[in-house]
Every structure is written in C-alpha cells, then in structure tokens.
Nanobody, 123 residues
Framework: QVRMVESGGGLVQAGGSLRLSCAAS????????MGWFRRAPGKEREFVAA????????YYANSVKGRFTISRDNAKNTVYLQMNSLKPEDTAVYYC????????????????WGQGTQVTVSS
C-alpha cells in the first residue's frame, strides 16, 4: 500500500522559513515525478514544485521560484520543500504527490497523495 506522509508545517512570520518533508513508501518511486501542491482557503489546489526522482530535475511555479527549493533523498525515500522568504499568501495546506508523468504540473496526473500539512504565514 502506497503511503505519502507530509510533515513540517506550522505557523511562521512573514520572511521566515519552513522545511516540509514527504516520506513515501509502498512502492519504488525511481521512475516517478514527485510534486508539491497547495490549497489556500477558498482556492483551487495549485502546483508548487516538482522533481524527477531519477534525474533530480526540478520545476517551479512562478509564484515560488527563487524562494522555494524542492529536493529528494533517495536513501530515505523522502522529498523536501524548503520554503524561504515566506509571505502571507503562501498560507495553505501543502500536499505531496507522485505521478508517472514526467514533470507534470497538472494535479489530475498525480496518482498518489498525502494528507497535507498546514502552513500559516502571519504578517
């Protein structure tokens, strides 16, 4: 059974940093793209960042480019999202997900999802 468990969310002041983790288990993800999405109150779930598990190639939404960094630790089967210079508009529930589609930004392409972790940025 595939499990994806996020952690690391919390409350932070604007300008601060958080690192989210996503521990994946239940299958081999070496051919997958791992993504982070977020859903702010009253908004649709949106793409944040993605990483190819095999190559390490990354892709970011324009809204987070230069502030967020996605990475993975193959030995730990864990994907990270380092979030710096956080803004109140980054407040959302953050989800990690996995897809066989290479570097997809479409949530419909993702097969497996975590339960989400809340990030709140105060002004």
């Amino acid at each position: 059974q595939v499990r994806m468990v996020e952690s690391g969310g919390g409350l932070v002041q604007a300008g601060g940093s958080l690192r989210l983790s996503c521990a994946a288990s239940g299958r081999t993800f070496s051919s997958y793209t791992m993504g982070w999405f977020r859903r702010a109150p009253g908004k649709e779930r949106e793409f944040v960042a993605a990483i190819s598990w095999s190559t390490g190639d990354t892709y970011y939404a324009n809204s987070v480019k230069g502030r967020f960094t996605i990475s993975r630790d193959n030995a730990k089967n864990t994907v990270y999202l380092q979030m710096n210079s956080l803004k109140p508009e980054d407040t959302a529930v953050y989800y990690c997900a996995a897809t066989r589609r290479l570097m997809s930004v479409a949530k419909a392409d993702y097969d497996y999802w975590g339960q989400g972790t809340q990030v709140t940025v105060s002004s």
